[in-house]
């Protein structure tokens, strides 16, 4: 597995990070010894990178990673916006996953410049935690273009977590290749860069050999977040940022695993993916979308469609 320095923070990184959503309750819900195992399979092949944040509720699965590998990096995240919710929420990390500091502390989610300046006083406290040895590096998450050139103009952010693939599923505010000129200017100022949703939360796995091609090939990422919810996926997703040959019997076991669609709690019931959906297996219950299983084909049409990427494909 290739190491990429992340950005200008000295930190070692392999270019394919854990995206640990997938295993925890929020999602798949494997227990504590269904985790460890997929987990000693990312490190087996190389994996020393993963990510997680304080809404996925995992760290005890994490926790298994450092125990059995102590130079593993953790990037953890929080919607913290004071000093005392974010120190809280850095204490509830390093409780949990037994360690002295967290590797990346990044605010989730940010939106711009003035979010960012709405968060300072947060960005204050873990410069101040940086300082003392409890984070290694801080910055942001977004899925914004707008929050990537806002990150630029603070000196204070060391990392930035965008959300990029080939379709541009899940952008809120512009394209695939304006999200691209982003994340090139943030590099080009030293920026830690590790992208996010490389195959649009499962919704573009039709599609998955040119996503996997699209960023791949993006210099500007020193490593990508893609969410793994088996050995076999973790197998096959190592080939392919290795650029190897996937094996027929991988590619199958891969293609052939049972999958779901996803609503996430947040869904607004808009209404939009219904529209989108021709095969009747979504319905409006309670205000929000449901979908009939039994329905789906997992096209991941309705996932295109969602202004808040609440749809996936898991």
């Given at each position: 597995m290739i190491l990429n320095t992340l950005g200008n923070t000295g930190i070692k990184v392999s270019r394919m990070c854990f995206g640990s959503l997938t295993i925890g309750p929020l999602q798949k819900n494997k227990t504590l010894l269904e985790s460890r195992e997929i987990i000693a399979a990312a490190l087996d092949c190389g994996v020393n990178f993963f990510d997680t944040a304080d809404l996925y509720n995992n760290y005890d699965h994490l926790r298994a990673a450092i125990q059995m590998q102590q130079d593993v990096v953790i990037a953890t995240k929080s919607y913290d916006y004071t000093a005392a919710g974010v120190l809280s929420s850095l204490h509830r990390a390093l409780s949990e996953l037994g360690r002295?500091?967290?590797?990346?502390?990044?605010?989730?989610?940010?939106?711009?410049?003035?979010?960012?300046?709405?968060?300072?006083?947060?960005?204050?406290?873990?410069?101040?935690?940086?300082?003392?040895?409890?984070?290694?590096a801080i910055g942001i998450s977004t899925h914004r273009i707008e929050g990537v050139y806002g990150a630029n103009l603070f000196s204070e952010l060391d990392v930035i977590h965008p959300l990029i693939n080939l379709t541009g599923i899940g952008i809120e505010d512009g394209t695939t290749e304006e999200m691209a000129a982003a994340i090139h200017q943030a590099k080009r100022s030293g920026k830690g860069v590790y992208g996010m949703k490389p195959l649009g939360g499962g919704n573009l796995l039709s599609q998955k050999q040119a996503s996997f091609e699209y960023v791949l090939n993006l210099a500007d990422l020193d490593a990508i977040a893609i969410g793994v919810q088996s050995i076999n996926e973790v197998r096959y997703n190592v080939k392919k940022f290795n650029g190897e040959t996937i094996p027929d019997a991988l590619e199958v076991a891969v293609s052939s695993a049972p999958k779901r669609l996803h609503i996430s709690d947040w869904c607004t019931g808009c209404g939009e993916c219904l529209k989108r959906c021709n095969h009747k297996a979504l319905t409006l219950v309670n205000g929000k979308a449901t979908v009939l299983q039994e329905n789906c084909v997992l096209c991941g049409y309705c996932g295109s469609v969602c202004k808040d990427f609440c749809i996936k494909v898991i």
């Open positions: 002295d500091y967290v590797d990346l502390y990044l605010l989730h989610e940010q939106e711009s410049k003035k979010t960012i300046e709405g968060h300072w006083e947060a960005i204050e406290a873990l410069i101040a935690a940086k300082k003392a040895g409890k984070v290694r």
